[in-house]
């Protein structure tokens, strides 16, 4: 997963009942294209889930499925993790940016998991949030794809992006934008949030050239068809 970014685009800013009355409409309509939720990044426990979505900042999800099978089987526990020597983590990440930072990270995290949570990936989000390179976007996901517990939407650059040309969102802080996401879907889509939101912008509502005119939501979004400009 890329990291967040701001957009130069303006922002529709529609009145709250407006967002109210289009936000089950989005969800209707891509649960109806995207089908059951899922995980792009390959795991087998938490603690993969976990290291392998610290691993995903600012790069994709197919590159960190390339880089994590050696990365696992050379160190299976975080307990392995904790006391491995950076360079050597390096080696096994070296093909994913921001290397140097990311090895710092997971092996902090898993130290702290060793030392403070008894060698178990935390289930809570503030257990989570206390790891070295973990935000609540990494939390969410491990939350809810490792132990089903929602408490949040995940927003990744492209839930960021779609929130705001959707007109659900104003907010520049994504955590703000969660909250607002968090307002206006009921909680049972909280977790497919952030997928739905994936596929489609991956598919259709891209960074610099969404199409709108094959988008299913075109009728109802506040930015559908508006100049190429805004997104040079």
């Known amino acids: 997963m ?17 967002r109210e009355r289009l936000a089950p409409i989005y969800a209707e309509r891509l649960e109806a294209a995207y089908g059951d939720p899922h995980a792009a990044l390959h795991f087998e426990n938490p603690y993969q889930l976990l290291i392998a979505v610290i691993l995903s900042a600012q790069t ?4 960190v499925n390339k880089a994590t099978p050696a990365l696992f089987e050379r160190y299976p526990t975080p307990a392995d993790l904790a006391g491995a020597d950076q360079l050597e983590v390096e080696s ?8 140097h930072q990311k090895a710092r990270n997971i092996i902090a995290a898993c130290q702290r998991i060793v030392g403070e949570f008894g060698g178990e990936v935390p289930d809570t989000m ?14 969410n996901i491990v939350l809810g794809e490792a132990f089903g517990k929602v408490e949040g939407i995940a927003v990744d650059t ?9 007109g659900l969102s104003t907010e520049k802080d994504t955590d703000k934008v969660e909250r607002d996401l968090m307002s206006l879907f009921p909680k ?16 259709i509502c891209t960074a610099k050239r969404p199409a709108c005119g094959a988008c299913f939501l075109s009728d109802i ?7 190429a400009g805004w997104r040079e």
């Open 2 to 18: 890329s990291a967040v970014k701001q957009t130069a685009e303006p922002i529709p800013d529609l009145p709250r009942e407006e």
């Open 60 to 63: 994709t999800d197919a590159g």
């Open 92 to 99: 096994h990440i070296k093909s994913l940016g921001f290397y």
């Open 126 to 139: 503030e257990g989570l949030t206390s790891l070295p390179g973990v935000a609540r976007k990494t939390a």
């Open 158 to 166: 492209h839930v960021f992006r779609l929130a705001h040309r959707f």
């Open 188 to 203: 049972e889509h909280w977790h497919r949030v952030n997928y739905d939101l994936i596929n489609h912008g991956r598919a």
């Open 221 to 227: 979004c506040p930015s559908a068809f508006v100049p």
